[in-house]
């Protein structure tokens, strides 16, 4: 394989939604794509878009010199990696699962020892749709790796090197994810009490997405906030405390579940309560850091 074949093709092992999302995108931009699955009618799907079949792990390795992974989970990397450690020397290993950092740097350690390179990389999308404009990947490993296949993933979407730690990709990525599940969860709520009072919910959500308008000002003021501690005020702990009362009890009313909201009473009370205690206000960054009980 010449070194200009080799940039431009890639095999992908793992056809999930975001595997095959991945394919779709490599092909689209003229990649030549070798894809290896467990479950074979995942892999005639691509090929019927033009992938290569790979009937083995070992195939796919063979085939490139750059194997990314969309798996579920690290622990899944080694059961398939493992079916073909001889090929391992020499290959690049861009794992985009989602995990742990500390799974992400044990990864990386698991494969270099068998003589691969790694790349870690959190894939922030709309669901699937890695085309979408708000989506983009995380990556981090060594700067080097990164810039010689920067070129053959791009097709995957805009690319954010974070640095040389191997787990660094994840701890924004799943940082981020700790926004969005709350915030997925909270819109459940939000619809359903709309909905049992009787209203329209499409009706409601043009307020809800002004109303987000708001969110990356409020993101940039407890950002300077919880760089200093985290942001803290007696009073307004108890009006966070009395608000989110007034929430449960506009869900319970209506009869839609309100423990989201519950939960989140739980931490202003235990603010208040580390107020009282401390003699002084104390955040709810500064409980969750662990500064405080």
């Given at each position: 394989?010449?070194?200009?074949?080799?940039?431009?093709?890639?095999?992908?092992l793992g056809l999930?939604?975001?595997?095959?999302?991945?394919?779709?995108?490599?092909?689209?931009?003229?990649?030549?794509?070798?894809?290896?699955?467990?479950?074979?009618?995942?892999?005639?799907?691509?090929?019927?878009?033009?992938?290569?079949?790979?009937?083995?792990?070992?195939?796919?390795?063979?085939?490139?010199?750059?194997?990314?992974?969309?798996?579920?989970?690290?622990?899944?990397?080694?059961?398939?990696?493992?079916?073909?450690?001889?090929?391992?020397?020499?290959?690049?290993?861009?794992?985009?699962?989602?995990?742990?950092?500390?799974?992400?740097?044990?990864?990386?350690?698991?494969?270099?020892?068998?003589?691969?390179?790694?790349?870690?990389?959190?894939?922030?999308?709309?669901?699937?749709?890695?085309a979408h404009p708000?989506?983009?990947?995380?990556?981090?490993?060594?700067?080097?790796?990164?810039?010689?296949?920067?070129?053959?993933?791009?097709?995957?979407?805009?690319?954010?090197?974070?640095?040389?730690?191997?787990?660094?990709?994840?701890?924004?990525?799943?940082?981020?994810?700790?926004?969005?599940?709350?915030?997925?969860?909270?819109?459940?709520?939000?619809?359903?009490?709309?909905?049992?009072?009787?209203?329209?919910?499409?009706?409601?959500?043009?307020?809800?997405?002004?109303?987000?308008?708001?969110?990356?000002?409020?993101?940039?003021q407890f950002s300077?906030?919880?760089?200093?501690?985290?942001?803290?005020?007696?009073?307004?702990?108890?009006?966070?405390?009395?608000?989110?009362?007034?929430?449960?009890?506009?869900?319970?009313?209506?009869?839609?579940?309100?423990?989201?909201?519950?939960?989140?009473?739980?931490?202003?009370?235990?603010?208040?309560?580390?107020?009282?205690?401390?003699?002084?206000?104390?955040?709810?960054?500064?409980?969750?850091?662990?500064?405080?009980?």
């Amino acid at each position: 394989m010449s070194e200009q074949t080799a940039l431009r093709s890639v095999s992908v092992l793992g056809l999930g939604p975001m595997g095959r999302a991945m394919v779709r995108a490599f092909l689209e931009a003229g990649v030549e794509v070798t894809v290896w699955n467990r479950s074979t009618a995942k892999v005639d799907a691509m090929v019927a878009l033009g992938a290569e079949r790979a009937e083995t792990v070992a195939e796919a390795l063979d085939a490139n010199a750059v194997a990314v992974l969309s798996l579920t989970h690290y622990n899944a990397m080694y059961d398939v990696l493992g079916q073909a450690i001889d090929q391992l020397p020499g290959k690049v290993i861009a794992n985009l699962s989602s995990d742990s950092p500390e799974k992400a740097r044990a990864g990386a350690k698991w494969v270099r020892e068998r003589g691969a390179e790694f790349l870690s990389g959190g894939v922030m999308s709309a669901g699937d749709n890695i085309a979408h404009p708000a989506s983009y990947i995380f990556y981090s490993g060594p700067r080097s790796v990164f810039d010689a296949n920067a070129a053959l993933l791009r097709p995957l979407g805009p690319q954010e090197y974070l640095g040389a730690d191997d787990g660094l990709a994840q701890v924004f990525y799943q940082a981020l994810l700790t926004i969005f599940h709350p915030w997925l969860l909270a819109f459940d709520q939000a619809s359903a009490m709309i909905a049992k009072s009787g209203h329209d919910i499409g009706r409601f959500v043009p307020f809800a997405v002004r109303a987000s308008e708001a969110f990356p000002y409020f993101m940039e003021q407890f950002s300077v906030a919880n760089q200093n501690g985290g942001w803290a005020d007696e009073a307004s702990l108890t009006m966070m405390d009395a608000g989110a009362q007034h929430i449960i009890d506009a869900s319970e009313e209506v009869g839609v579940d309100a423990g989201l909201s519950r939960l989140a009473q739980s931490y202003w009370r235990k603010a208040v309560a580390a107020s009282e205690t401390a003699g002084k206000a104390v955040s709810t960054y500064a409980l969750m850091r662990g500064e405080a009980s």
